[in-house]
């Protein structure tokens, strides 16, 4: 029945497609020009009229013919989620006190008062270097400014009184000041020879033995490590200065210790580097995690949150010849439609949709790349 309705529509569409073109031409060979703007009118109201019919009649077949053939495809409902973009980079830990002591005393080790591993206080003396004979050198130098002290201040004394010469007072002064000045220095120079912890830390290292004879600036003597201040340090390419500052979310990872601990940036440099076109990051460690100077870390930086995202897989985005973006949705009547979008960020294979679609939208996930436009569809689950 359907096959002899087409046939009569052709016959008639072809019969009166003959007599018009035989009109056409008696038009045109009398120069009929009323006649045929008449006919062209005619013709174009019947070009609608067909078109919106067969428009109707298309709809109601994908609608209806239940036996025609459909693209089968699997659909995702668009709707918001959270977006965390992030910015995965190779960091180091670090602490601002890993320092080595060195000494400043010519002289060889007399003793080393604590063991590596250990733990000690700020000012706690680590190590002594023998003093060459210093302190008895100091204890003369005592005595001389003793006696110059109580010169000085029965001089005073006879001065105040009005006994004396004023030179013999004024050289009593100076000389004692000078005793005192001398003891003061030979002090420093004793203190020297006493190696204290600058801070409170961890004896990572011991460099000398007892006996061995040290020098200012030839070896280090032992090595000093705090782990109470310790940050994580990364080089952030330039082009994220926009979106990384100080608070910037982050989250650092430590594999050798099978550890991660989320943070904020402490600490964002403004000084850009000329020789790789980075800036300096630091995220500090809570002190109550046991970590280690010079890990390898990964520091991941959160530049851009949007909780309520619309997200599409990337895999079902498509370019045109133009490299305009689009994806399939399907509408009311179950067709493959194509929808021009906008994309933003993309993280872990989803891309976020900043214009295009809407939340609620229907696109094809699986057999988008296999659809027409206007082609209907069979959704699977």
Same mark, same amino acid.
């Given at each position: 029945? &359907? ?20 009109? !056409? ?13 008449q ?18 009649? *298309? ?10 053939? %459909?693209?089968?495809? =699997?659909?995702?409902?668009? $709707?918001?989620?959270?977006? $965390?973009?992030r910015?995965s ?9 890993? +320092?080595?002591? #060195?000494p400043?005393? +010519? ?10 591993? #250990?733990?000690? $206080? ?11 004979g210093?302190?008895?050198?100091? @204890? ?13 201040? %029965?001089?005073e &004394? ?7 010469s ?7 002064? !100076? ?20 190696? @204290? ?9 011991? +460099? ?10 030839? +070896?280090?003597l032992? %090595? ?7 940050y994580?340090e990364a080089?952030?390419?330039? &082009? ?7 608070? !910037? ?16 940036? =402490?600490? @964002?440099? !403004?000084?850009?580097? *000329?020789?790789?076109?980075?800036? &300096? ?6 002190? =109550? ?8 870390? *990964?520091?991941h ?11 599409i ?13 689009f994806?399939?949705?399907i ?10 979008? #906008? ?7 989803m ?7 809407e939340?609620?939208?229907?696109i094809? %996930? ?11 569809? #069979?959704?699977?689950?």
């Amino acid at each position: 029945m &359907r096959y002899l309705i087409l046939f009569l529509a052709c016959f008639v569409l072809i019969s009166c497609g003959n007599e018009a073109e035989q009109s !056409t031409h008696e038009l045109i060979e009398s120069a009929d020009v009323d006649g045929l703007e008449q006919k062209r009118y005619g013709m174009v109201n019947q070009i609608e009229v067909l078109r919106n019919e067969l428009g109707l009649v *298309t709809a109601a077949l994908n609608r209806l013919d239940t036996s025609k053939k %459909r693209a089968l495809v =699997s659909v995702d409902t668009v $709707k918001p989620s959270e977006l $965390k973009h992030r910015i995965s980079l190779q960091s180091i830990v670090k602490t601002n006190q890993n +320092m080595l002591l #060195q000494p400043e005393f +010519m002289g060889a080790i007399s003793s080393i008062l604590v063991q590596e591993g #250990q733990k000690v $206080k700020k000012d706690q003396v680590l190590m002594r270097i023998d003093d060459g004979g210093l302190k008895q050198t100091i @204890r003369l130098q005592k005595a001389q400014t003793d006696l110059a002290k109580t010169v000085f201040e %029965r001089q005073e &004394r006879l001065w105040n009184e009005q006994i004396g010469s004023e030179i013999e007072y004024l050289q009593a002064k !100076t000389n004692y000041e000078s005793q005192r000045s001398q003891l003061g220095q030979l002090n420093d120079q004793l203190e020297k020879a006493i190696v @204290r912890a600058p801070f409170s830390g961890k004896i990572d290292h011991i +460099m000398v033995d007892i006996g061995q004879v040290v020098s200012p600036g030839t +070896m280090a003597l032992i %090595r000093l490590v705090s782990t109470k201040e310790m940050y994580v340090e990364a080089d952030v390419p330039e &082009r994220y200065l926009p979106t990384v500052s100080k608070g !910037t979310p982050a989250l650092v990872e430590i594999p050798v210790l099978n550890t991660s601990f989320e943070a904020s940036i =402490s600490h @964002r440099a !403004t000084h850009v580097s *000329t020789e790789n076109r980075t800036f &300096r990051v630091t995220v500090d460690i809570d002190p =109550s995690l046991e970590v280690n100077p010079n890990l390898i870390s *990964t520091l991941h930086i959160f530049d851009y949150i949007n909780p309520k995202a619309l997200l599409i897989p990337v895999s079902v985005i498509s370019e045109n010849a133009s490299g305009d973006q689009f994806v399939f949705a399907i509408d009311k009547n179950n067709q493959a439609q194509k929808v021009f979008i #906008q994309t933003g960020y993309a993280e872990n294979g989803m891309v976020e949709v900043i214009a295009g679609l809407e939340e609620g939208a229907t696109i094809i %996930r699986e057999g988008a790349r296999l659809v027409k436009e206007n082609q209907p569809v #069979q959704i699977i689950k």
